[in-house]
């Protein structure tokens, strides 16, 4: 994994200190293409094609109407709602190391005003999450990007998505509810973040309240429907979902 993405930035940067011999615009320019890579990655819109391409029939226009893993579980099953769930995490997993990676590339050449910790790892994590959301390849209209999320902070912590992931099977296996499980391992993370393991990082920060409120942003439907009592249950780790 690192040799290729380091593959890719040393191809990029000559081309960028061709264009311009000074660094800064390199550094710049990097910057700009590996953040549109993050975006892109992101839009891979994986439970769209899956249901498409497999089984012939788009997820939007069943069961909850969200393209996310959630819904091709509910829709497609166990087996087909696993390889989306893994595609969506991997897709936020990989924007986060290839930020890693180039901040790498950049202090190797020499160019030590990158060394900003988790910003770009943040950053691409991000458009990651956004490009689920709002994806280029289906029109902008994408799921809640909560696995792509997951896959952000595998890769900025892999403990906090431990302690994460607990929380969503514990809640879920209680309630029954998807939506509750993901709206309290949510909320938990900038717990996890800011207090279980110290982090000062401005970026980490305000990634781990963003994360927060995006929970409950894109589960706003959801709220409603257990308010209303109208919420479908569905216990991922049971054998039929009720």
């Not at 839009?43 to 969200?66: M, Q, T």
């Not at 290839?98 to 020499?110: D, L, N, P, R, T």
């Not at 792509?148 to 514990?170: K, N, Q, S, W, Y």
Request: hydrophobic content about 50%; overall charge positive.
């Amino acid at each position: 994994m690192h040799n290729y993405f380091n593959m890719i930035l040393e191809n990029l940067g000559p081309v960028f200190m061709s264009v311009h011999n000074y660094s800064t615009m390199s550094q710049l320019g990097i910057e700009i293409v590996c953040a549109l890579i993050a975006y892109v990655l992101g839009s891979i819109p994986s439970a769209i094609w899956v249901g498409r391409k497999f089984y012939g029939i788009d997820v939007r226009e069943h069961g909850s109407g969200n393209a996310g893993a959630t819904n091709v579980f509910r829709v497609l099953g166990k087996g087909p709602g696993t390889v989306v769930l893994l595609m969506d995490i991997i897709k936020g997993f990989l924007s986060v190391i290839m930020a890693y990676e180039m901040g790498c590339y950049f202090a190797e050449m020499g160019w030590q005003s990158a060394q900003l910790t988790y910003f770009f790892p943040v950053v691409f994590g991000v458009l990651s999450v956004v490009g689920h959301m709002l994806p280029v390849f289906e029109k902008f209209k994408g799921g809640k990007g909560v696995a792509t999320l997951f896959g952000v902070i595998i890769a900025l912590d892999p403990r906090v998505a431990g302690m994460a992931l607990l929380v969503f099977v514990v809640v879920n296996i209680i309630t029954g509810y998807v939506s509750v499980g993901s709206l309290m391992a949510g909320l938990s993370i900038p717990l996890l973040f800011l207090q279980g393991y110290d982090y000062r990082d401005s970026s980490i920060v305000v990634f781990s309240i963003s994360v927060g409120l995006l929970i409950i942003y894109t589960h706003r439907k959801n709220i409603k429907r257990l308010i209303a009592g109208e919420e479908t249950k569905s216990r991922l780790l049971a054998k039929k979902s009720k």
